[in-house]
């Protein structure tokens, strides 16, 4: 029998749900059970593809070539294991599926309603895993929010639908501390599960966010007016690395406690893999940090490139590198103030992304990484600010461009491929002898692609007598990769290796050009 865990937010957005669902999953995980998680978010976009990274962070891609929020690229690093598109619901989505099946006559002239149809969706969505399987649900959004309402009368007719024993409820809740008074308040919680209440549910199992450990009158309170037992109180306090938060929670058992909500087995935990992540992380603390530059368009959002962040961070605690990241706007590095901008960075990343601006930005920087060796690691569009920037100034191809921002563009460098959009996990041959090969160590690899353009095969001679060496090609024969042998390490990649990264499980390209930024530093 499949078995769910749904948790619901309060008090204020932004507490941790996601977080705490992901970290969920890693000690269910440990304890040898199968888990996997989904997001239902109350926002109408049908799915995060036209969602701006100021709005919303980075778009994680799944293998099958799903367009997520960012939260599934957290769930993935945690469980170490791939999710698909039906781990991102929205209530676009929802409601789309609704209307379709509408126009085509599917509810026989009934009147179409939230309920039932919408929750009736709401559900169809969520029961579509494998017997045997932890199904941890994450609904977006803030308990009272107006927009939350279909998804939590969905998520109350569940455990009437699937049995009381198999499903369990968390609400993860905000418990402030007054600086004036002194004092840590449990009432906004209180109100929160109040409002829960009123729906129909009563949660098993309530996690605390704090920056101040709970007081035992604290959850003596919350137990007594929430209806909860006290050993379901759960104190999750605010840490310096998220990676410190399962560890936490099994220490105030948290996996236990659902558990027997769910009349599983509370299996011994292996947690081997994060005590040494967390152990990692603190021994390099103390070292000089390995200064990487990201030259991108969205850098004053820190979520727009989260993935592309951890993925460092996994790859530094691998190798002993104390990575520090710093964001760069592509917009402000012009070829005048490139060496100004970017001088002392021990390796730079110019990452993928869509759009014109800060697309000259990139190609500075891609020249002054060639020019001075520094070690450079180009992804999507950085890669074809490179492939440009090499056109136009080794090759001597004046007007080399990228078909994306010069439509009649007399030497497309870049240009439009067979496919519209290549999206999801593809197959790149790769020579050995590579860069690449030096990091994956097989013929042939996966990787998850997100883009429109590619670079044109059409120049692969033309590039090669120049000094570019192709070093992996998709199936079809487009170019997914490419390095300037002469130098330390720059490589450039169609795909995106961060998407790949996990917790104790670091990708290995990225792992390589950090090993190399750390022999440049030595």
């Known amino acids: 029998m499949t078995k769910y865990v749904v948790i619901t937010g309060g008090v204020v957005s932004g507490v941790g749900k996601g977080i705490t669902a992901a970290a969920l999953g890693a000690l269910l995980r440990a304890r040898g059970y199968n888990v996997t998680l989904q997001k239902f978010d109350p926002y109408f976009n049908v799915d995060s593809s036209n969602l701006s990274p100021y709005q919303h962070g980075e778009i994680f891609v799944t293998e099958d070539g799903a367009e997520t929020d960012l939260v599934i690229g957290h769930y993935e690093r945690f469980i170490d294991g791939c999710l698909t598109g039906k781990s991102d619901i929205t209530s676009g989505r929802v409601y789309s599926k609704v209307i379709e099946n509408e126009r085509e006559g599917k509810y026989d002239g009934s009147t179409v309603q939230v309920v039932p149809h919408i929750t009736d969706e709401i559900l169809n969505q969520l029961l579509v895993f494998d017997d045997d399987t932890i199904v941890i649900v994450d609904v977006g959004g803030t308990v009272g929010d107006i927009e939350c309402t279909p998804f939590i009368e969905a998520f109350r007719q569940l455990r009437v639908l699937r049995g009381f024993d198999n499903v369990a409820y968390v609400h993860v809740s905000f418990v402030p501390f007054i600086e004036m008074s002194g004092e840590q308040k449990t009432k906004p919680t209180q109100h929160s599960v109040k409002e829960l209440q009123n729906v129909g549910i009563q949660p098993d199992v309530i996690v605390c966010r704090s920056d101040y450990p709970l007081e035992s009158g604290s959850k003596k ?42 009349r599983l087995e509370d299996r011994p935990a292996d947690l081997s893999k994060w005590q040494e992540a967390v152990a990692a992380a603190h021994d390099v603390g103390g ?23 951890e993925a460092l961070r996994y790859s530094g605690y ?68 490179a492939v440009v920037e090499f056109a136009r100034d080794v090759m001597g191809i004046k007007d080399a461009d990228s078909v994306e921002f010069d439509k009649e563009c ?14 999801g996990s593809q197959v790149t041959k790769v020579k050995r ?6 990091a994956y160590g097989a013929e042939k690899i996966k990787m998850r692609h997100r883009h429109r353009y590619e670079i044109n095969p ?61 022999k440049g530093k030595n």
């Open 458 to 518: 059409a120049y692969t001679e033309d590039f090669e007598k120049a000094g570019m060496r192709i070093t992996g090609k998709s199936a079809d024969g487009y170019i997914d990769a490419f390095e300037f042998g002469d130098k330390k390490f720059c490589v450039g990649v169609s795909f995106q290796p961060e998407f790949n990264a996990k917790v104790g499980n670091p990708d290995k390209l990225i792992t390589l050009f950090l090993s190399e930024c750390l």
């Open 221 to 262: 309170k919350m137990a007594t007016f929430c209806n909860v037992r006290q050993d379901c109180i759960i104190e999750n306090l605010t840490v310096d690395n998220i990676l410190e938060i399962p560890l936490k929670l099994e220490n105030e058992g948290f996996a236990s406690v659902v558990l027997r909500k769910l």
């Open 318 to 385: 691998a190798i002993g590198a104390n990575c520090e990241t710093v964001g760069i706007g592509s917009d402000t590095i012009t070829e005048k103030n490139a060496e100004k901008k970017l001088k002392g960075f021990d390796g730079i990343v110019i990452p993928a992304g869509f759009g014109e601006r800060g697309f000259e930005g990139k190609i500075a920087c891609a020249a002054y990484a060639r020019k001075h060796d520094v070690p450079c690691l180009m992804i999507g569009l950085g890669a074809h600010a």
């Open 287 to 309: 070292k000089p940090a390995l200064r990487i530059a990201v030259a991108g368009k969205y850098v004053e959002m820190h979520d727009a490139y989260v993935s592309l962040y």
């Open 410 to 423: 007399a030497q497309p460098v870049v240009y439009t491929g067979k496919t519209s959009f290549k999206k």
């Open 433 to 438: 002898n590579t860069r690449l090969y030096e």
